[in-house]
Protein backbone atom coordinates (compact mmCIF):
# COMPACT_ATOMS: atom_id res chain seq x y z
CA UNK A 1 0.00 0.00 0.00
CA UNK A 2 1.49 3.54 -1.10
CA UNK A 3 -0.04 6.71 1.03
CA UNK A 4 -0.06 10.37 0.03
CA UNK A 5 -1.11 12.73 2.54
CA UNK A 6 -4.79 12.69 1.07
CA UNK A 7 -5.23 9.35 -0.04
CA UNK A 8 -3.60 5.36 0.43
CA UNK A 9 -3.82 3.36 -2.51
CA UNK A 10 -3.31 -0.67 -2.76
CA UNK A 11 -3.33 -3.11 -5.61
CA UNK A 12 -4.29 -6.80 -5.03
CA UNK A 13 -4.84 -9.76 -7.73
CA UNK A 14 -8.26 -11.94 -7.69
CA UNK A 15 -9.57 -15.06 -8.73
CA UNK A 16 -12.76 -15.14 -10.92
CA UNK A 17 -15.19 -18.44 -11.16
CA UNK A 18 -13.55 -19.30 -14.09
CA UNK A 19 -10.12 -19.37 -12.68
CA UNK A 20 -8.78 -15.73 -14.44
CA UNK A 21 -6.59 -13.77 -12.17
CA UNK A 22 -8.42 -10.06 -12.07
CA UNK A 23 -6.22 -6.67 -11.09
CA UNK A 24 -7.77 -4.83 -8.25
CA UNK A 25 -7.33 -1.58 -7.10
CA UNK A 26 -8.16 0.74 -3.91
CA UNK A 27 -7.78 4.69 -3.25
CA UNK A 28 -9.05 5.30 0.62
CA UNK A 29 -9.14 8.57 2.66
CA UNK A 30 -6.06 9.02 4.50
CA UNK A 31 -8.29 9.53 7.50
CA UNK A 32 -10.50 6.74 8.90
CA UNK A 33 -13.58 8.87 8.36
CA UNK A 34 -15.16 7.24 5.13
CA UNK A 35 -18.17 8.54 4.01
CA UNK A 36 -19.72 6.00 1.59
CA UNK A 37 -18.03 3.39 -0.89
CA UNK A 38 -17.67 4.13 -4.99
CA UNK A 39 -16.93 1.19 -7.21
CA UNK A 40 -15.79 1.80 -10.61
CA UNK A 41 -16.63 0.09 -14.03
CA UNK A 42 -14.24 1.24 -16.86
CA UNK A 43 -14.26 1.41 -20.50
CA UNK A 44 -13.56 -0.86 -22.92
CA UNK A 45 -10.02 -1.66 -24.12
CA UNK A 46 -8.63 0.52 -21.33
CA UNK A 47 -8.47 -0.34 -17.02
CA UNK A 48 -8.41 1.44 -14.11
CA UNK A 49 -5.16 2.64 -14.32
CA UNK A 50 -6.90 5.48 -16.66
CA UNK A 51 -9.66 6.20 -13.54
CA UNK A 52 -6.62 6.98 -11.42
CA UNK A 53 -7.36 10.51 -11.50
CA UNK A 54 -11.47 9.81 -10.69
CA UNK A 55 -10.65 8.09 -8.09
CA UNK A 56 -8.05 10.33 -6.20
CA UNK A 57 -10.68 13.31 -6.43
CA UNK A 58 -13.28 10.63 -4.94
CA UNK A 59 -11.32 9.54 -2.06
CA UNK A 60 -9.92 13.02 -1.19
CA UNK A 61 -13.67 13.88 -0.98
CA UNK A 62 -13.91 11.26 1.01
CA UNK A 63 -14.93 8.24 -0.57
CA UNK A 64 -13.30 5.08 -0.98
CA UNK A 65 -13.19 4.15 -4.24
CA UNK A 66 -12.52 0.52 -5.53
CA UNK A 67 -11.58 -0.91 -8.73
CA UNK A 68 -11.66 -4.20 -10.81
CA UNK A 69 -9.68 -5.02 -14.30
CA UNK A 70 -11.97 -6.57 -16.65
CA UNK A 71 -10.82 -10.01 -17.83
CA UNK A 72 -8.73 -9.53 -20.83
CA UNK A 73 -8.66 -6.02 -20.08
CA UNK A 74 -5.95 -3.27 -18.20
CA UNK A 75 -3.41 -5.56 -15.82
CA UNK A 76 -6.20 -8.69 -15.76
CA UNK A 77 -5.04 -11.94 -17.85
CA UNK A 78 -7.16 -13.08 -20.69
CA UNK A 79 -6.20 -11.68 -24.69
CA UNK A 80 -6.44 -8.35 -24.56
CA UNK A 81 -9.82 -6.37 -24.93
CA UNK A 82 -11.33 -9.62 -25.75
CA UNK A 83 -14.95 -10.30 -23.85
CA UNK A 84 -16.21 -14.11 -24.32
CA UNK A 85 -19.12 -13.02 -22.75
CA UNK A 86 -20.53 -9.73 -21.31
CA UNK A 87 -22.21 -11.60 -18.30
CA UNK A 88 -19.22 -12.57 -17.52
CA UNK A 89 -17.54 -9.26 -16.76
CA UNK A 90 -20.96 -8.57 -15.13
CA UNK A 91 -20.60 -11.75 -12.96
CA UNK A 92 -16.77 -11.05 -11.74
CA UNK A 93 -18.08 -6.81 -11.12
CA UNK A 94 -20.72 -8.62 -9.04
CA UNK A 95 -18.46 -11.26 -7.19
CA UNK A 96 -15.65 -8.74 -6.30
CA UNK A 97 -17.45 -5.55 -5.14
CA UNK A 98 -20.63 -7.95 -2.82
CA UNK A 99 -16.86 -9.26 -0.92
CA UNK A 100 -15.87 -5.47 -0.41
CA UNK A 101 -19.60 -4.64 0.50
CA UNK A 102 -19.79 -7.34 3.63
CA UNK A 103 -16.41 -6.32 5.00
CA UNK A 104 -17.57 -5.79 8.73
CA UNK A 105 -15.76 -2.20 8.00
CA UNK A 106 -17.80 -1.51 5.04
CA UNK A 107 -21.35 -3.00 5.54
CA UNK A 108 -23.18 0.01 6.83
CA UNK A 109 -21.88 2.54 4.49
CA UNK A 110 -23.52 3.38 1.49
CA UNK A 111 -22.70 2.11 -1.75
CA UNK A 112 -22.32 3.79 -5.26
CA UNK A 113 -21.60 2.92 -8.83
CA UNK A 114 -19.28 4.61 -10.86
CA UNK A 115 -19.23 3.42 -14.81
CA UNK A 116 -17.54 5.02 -17.93
CA UNK A 117 -18.41 4.37 -21.09
CA UNK A 118 -18.54 0.60 -21.80
CA UNK A 119 -18.48 0.90 -17.80
CA UNK A 120 -22.09 2.48 -18.07
CA UNK A 121 -23.42 -0.91 -19.09
CA UNK A 122 -21.65 -3.13 -16.98
CA UNK A 123 -22.98 -0.63 -13.89
CA UNK A 124 -26.35 -0.95 -14.86
CA UNK A 125 -26.46 -4.20 -15.37
CA UNK A 126 -24.70 -4.82 -12.00
CA UNK A 127 -27.79 -2.67 -10.72
CA UNK A 128 -30.59 -5.18 -12.57
CA UNK A 129 -28.87 -8.43 -10.68
CA UNK A 130 -28.76 -6.79 -7.38
CA UNK A 131 -31.98 -4.22 -7.48
CA UNK A 132 -31.87 -3.23 -4.46
CA UNK A 133 -28.29 -3.24 -3.31
CA UNK A 134 -27.29 -0.15 -4.52
CA UNK A 135 -27.79 3.96 -3.31
CA UNK A 136 -26.95 5.15 -7.02
CA UNK A 137 -25.07 5.44 -9.91
CA UNK A 138 -23.10 7.58 -11.67
CA UNK A 139 -23.18 7.21 -15.57
CA UNK A 140 -20.22 8.87 -17.91
CA UNK A 141 -21.26 8.88 -21.19
CA UNK A 142 -22.60 5.68 -20.83
CA UNK A 143 -22.97 2.64 -23.71
CA UNK A 144 -26.60 2.18 -23.83
CA UNK A 145 -26.50 1.66 -27.53
CA UNK A 146 -23.46 2.10 -29.98
CA UNK A 147 -23.26 5.38 -31.66
CA UNK A 148 -24.31 5.74 -35.32
CA UNK A 149 -20.86 6.63 -36.33
CA UNK A 150 -19.05 4.01 -35.02
CA UNK A 151 -21.58 1.13 -35.57
CA UNK A 152 -20.11 -1.57 -38.10
CA UNK A 153 -22.28 -1.20 -41.35
CA UNK A 154 -25.07 -3.76 -41.17
CA UNK A 155 -23.48 -6.81 -43.83
CA UNK A 156 -20.54 -6.87 -41.39
CA UNK A 157 -22.63 -7.04 -38.40
CA UNK A 158 -24.34 -9.99 -40.36
CA UNK A 159 -20.69 -11.19 -41.18
CA UNK A 160 -19.84 -11.07 -37.74
CA UNK A 161 -23.08 -12.94 -36.24
CA UNK A 162 -21.39 -16.04 -38.74
CA UNK A 163 -18.00 -15.70 -38.37
CA UNK A 164 -17.33 -14.47 -33.93
CA UNK A 165 -18.18 -18.40 -33.29
CA UNK A 166 -15.43 -19.79 -35.53
CA UNK A 167 -13.22 -16.68 -35.22
CA UNK A 168 -13.87 -15.46 -32.12
CA UNK A 169 -10.82 -13.28 -31.20
CA UNK A 170 -9.74 -12.09 -34.98
CA UNK A 171 -9.32 -8.44 -35.02
CA UNK A 172 -10.42 -6.83 -37.98
CA UNK A 173 -14.23 -4.99 -37.29
CA UNK A 174 -13.76 -1.60 -38.84
CA UNK A 175 -14.23 1.35 -36.53
CA UNK A 176 -13.13 4.61 -35.88
CA UNK A 177 -10.04 4.87 -33.00
CA UNK A 178 -11.54 6.22 -29.81
CA UNK A 179 -8.80 7.45 -28.08
CA UNK A 180 -8.54 10.06 -31.38
CA UNK A 181 -12.03 10.48 -31.37
CA UNK A 182 -13.06 10.64 -27.61
CA UNK A 183 -9.97 12.03 -25.89
CA UNK A 184 -9.78 16.48 -26.41
CA UNK A 185 -6.23 16.69 -24.75
CA UNK A 186 -3.36 15.82 -27.10
CA UNK A 187 -1.37 14.64 -24.32
CA UNK A 188 -4.01 12.38 -22.65
CA UNK A 189 -3.93 10.81 -26.42
CA UNK A 190 -0.98 10.38 -26.32
CA UNK A 191 -0.99 9.13 -22.99
CA UNK A 192 -3.27 6.47 -23.38
CA UNK A 193 -2.09 5.63 -27.09
CA UNK A 194 1.24 4.50 -25.21
CA UNK A 195 0.16 2.82 -22.42
CA UNK A 196 0.46 -1.08 -22.55
CA UNK A 197 -2.71 -1.04 -20.70
CA UNK A 198 -4.67 -0.21 -23.21
CA UNK A 199 -5.61 -1.91 -25.99
CA UNK A 200 -4.79 -0.15 -29.90
CA UNK A 201 -5.72 -2.81 -32.38
CA UNK A 202 -8.97 -3.43 -33.89
CA UNK A 203 -12.22 -4.85 -32.20
CA UNK A 204 -11.90 -8.64 -31.94
CA UNK A 205 -15.32 -10.23 -33.81
CA UNK A 206 -16.71 -12.01 -29.96
CA UNK A 207 -15.85 -8.38 -28.47
CA UNK A 208 -17.74 -6.54 -31.06
CA UNK A 209 -20.85 -8.81 -30.80
CA UNK A 210 -21.16 -8.72 -26.86
CA UNK A 211 -20.83 -5.25 -26.99
CA UNK A 212 -23.50 -5.02 -30.04
CA UNK A 213 -25.94 -7.06 -27.86
CA UNK A 214 -24.99 -5.26 -24.62
CA UNK A 215 -26.04 -2.38 -25.93
CA UNK A 216 -29.27 -3.54 -27.72
CA UNK A 217 -30.25 -5.40 -24.64
CA UNK A 218 -29.99 -2.22 -22.28
CA UNK A 219 -31.68 0.29 -24.97
CA UNK A 220 -34.87 -2.17 -24.91
CA UNK A 221 -34.73 -2.34 -21.20
CA UNK A 222 -34.15 1.62 -19.83
CA UNK A 223 -37.27 1.32 -18.00
CA UNK A 224 -36.08 -1.42 -15.75
CA UNK A 225 -33.68 0.97 -14.50
CA UNK A 226 -35.29 2.24 -10.79
CA UNK A 227 -31.95 3.89 -9.06
CA UNK A 228 -30.76 7.01 -8.37
CA UNK A 229 -28.42 7.94 -11.19
CA UNK A 230 -26.99 11.10 -12.67
CA UNK A 231 -25.62 10.44 -15.64
CA UNK A 232 -22.75 13.53 -17.52
CA UNK A 233 -22.52 13.23 -21.04
CA UNK A 234 -20.15 15.78 -23.18
CA UNK A 235 -22.15 17.31 -26.28
CA UNK A 236 -19.82 17.07 -29.09
CA UNK A 237 -19.22 12.81 -28.14
CA UNK A 238 -19.09 11.04 -31.02
CA UNK A 239 -18.31 7.25 -29.60
CA UNK A 240 -21.57 7.47 -27.52
CA UNK A 241 -24.62 8.77 -28.34
CA UNK A 242 -25.81 11.42 -26.12
CA UNK A 243 -29.65 10.96 -27.13
CA UNK A 244 -29.88 7.45 -25.92
CA UNK A 245 -28.38 9.08 -22.42
CA UNK A 246 -31.63 11.67 -22.75
CA UNK A 247 -33.44 8.48 -23.63
CA UNK A 248 -32.60 7.01 -20.43
CA UNK A 249 -33.11 10.26 -18.45
CA UNK A 250 -36.78 10.50 -19.67
CA UNK A 251 -37.56 6.52 -20.14
CA UNK A 252 -36.05 4.76 -16.41
CA UNK A 253 -38.64 4.34 -13.90
CA UNK A 254 -36.19 5.93 -11.27
CA UNK A 255 -37.77 8.23 -9.11
CA UNK A 256 -34.28 10.16 -8.61
CA UNK A 257 -32.72 10.86 -11.94
CA UNK A 258 -30.10 13.93 -13.14
CA UNK A 259 -28.70 14.56 -16.27
CA UNK A 260 -26.03 16.75 -17.03
CA UNK A 261 -24.45 17.85 -20.43
CA UNK A 262 -21.60 19.61 -21.27
CA UNK A 263 -21.07 21.94 -24.67
CA UNK A 264 -17.89 20.99 -26.14
CA UNK A 265 -16.65 18.45 -24.29
CA UNK A 266 -16.09 14.90 -26.03
CA UNK A 267 -16.44 11.25 -24.69
CA UNK A 268 -13.71 10.89 -22.56
CA UNK A 269 -14.77 13.60 -19.51
CA UNK A 270 -12.58 12.27 -16.40
CA UNK A 271 -9.60 11.78 -18.27
CA UNK A 272 -9.62 12.99 -21.60
CA UNK A 273 -10.37 16.63 -21.32
CA UNK A 274 -8.36 19.36 -20.22
CA UNK A 275 -7.76 19.66 -16.49
CA UNK A 276 -9.88 22.22 -16.13
CA UNK A 277 -12.99 20.82 -17.66
CA UNK A 278 -12.68 17.30 -15.73
CA UNK A 279 -12.89 19.67 -12.47
CA UNK A 280 -15.82 21.02 -13.70
CA UNK A 281 -17.46 17.66 -13.97
CA UNK A 282 -15.86 15.61 -10.69
CA UNK A 283 -17.39 18.72 -8.79
CA UNK A 284 -21.16 17.83 -10.44
CA UNK A 285 -20.32 14.06 -9.71
CA UNK A 286 -19.31 15.15 -5.98
CA UNK A 287 -22.10 17.26 -4.98
CA UNK A 288 -24.34 14.52 -6.83
CA UNK A 289 -22.64 12.01 -4.33
CA UNK A 290 -22.63 13.88 -1.05
CA UNK A 291 -26.20 14.83 -1.78
CA UNK A 292 -27.28 11.35 -1.43
CA UNK A 293 -24.95 9.85 1.03
CA UNK A 294 -26.62 9.21 4.48
CA UNK A 295 -25.88 11.24 7.22
CA UNK A 296 -24.22 10.36 10.54
CA UNK A 297 -26.71 7.50 12.23
CA UNK A 298 -28.55 7.18 9.30
CA UNK A 299 -29.03 3.82 8.07
CA UNK A 300 -27.08 3.50 4.86
CA UNK A 301 -27.11 -0.46 4.96
CA UNK A 302 -30.71 -0.72 3.31
CA UNK A 303 -30.59 1.48 -0.16
CA UNK A 304 -34.20 2.80 -0.97
CA UNK A 305 -34.94 5.26 -3.51
CA UNK A 306 -35.19 8.91 -2.59
CA UNK A 307 -38.07 10.90 -3.02
CA UNK A 308 -39.15 12.09 -6.65
CA UNK A 309 -36.20 14.33 -8.12
CA UNK A 310 -35.39 15.05 -11.38
CA UNK A 311 -33.35 17.68 -13.27
CA UNK A 312 -31.92 18.61 -16.11
CA UNK A 313 -28.96 20.76 -16.84
CA UNK A 314 -26.53 22.10 -19.49
CA UNK A 315 -23.66 24.20 -18.70
CA UNK A 316 -22.83 27.14 -20.27
Given at each position: ???SSSVRY???????????????????????????????????????????????????????????????????????????????????????????????????????????????????????????????????????????????????????????????????????????????????????????????????????????????????????????????????????????????????????????????????????????????????????????????????????????????????
Amino acid sequence: MSTSSSVRYSENFVYNSRGSKLFTCSWLPASDKIKALVFLCHGYAAGTIFMKGTAERLARAGFAVFGLDYEGHGKSDGPKAYIKSFSNVVDDCVDYFKTIREREEYRDKARFLLGESMGGAVALRVHRKESNDWNGAVLVAPMVKIADELKPPTIVISILEKLCILFPTWKIVPIRDIIDTGLKDPLKREEMGSSPYAYHDKPRLRTAFELLNASLDLEQKLKEVTLPFIVVHGEADVVTDIAVSRSLYETASSLDKTLKTYPDMWHSLLFGEPEKNIDLVMSDIVTWLDERTPGTGSDASSPTLLAHSQSHTSHP
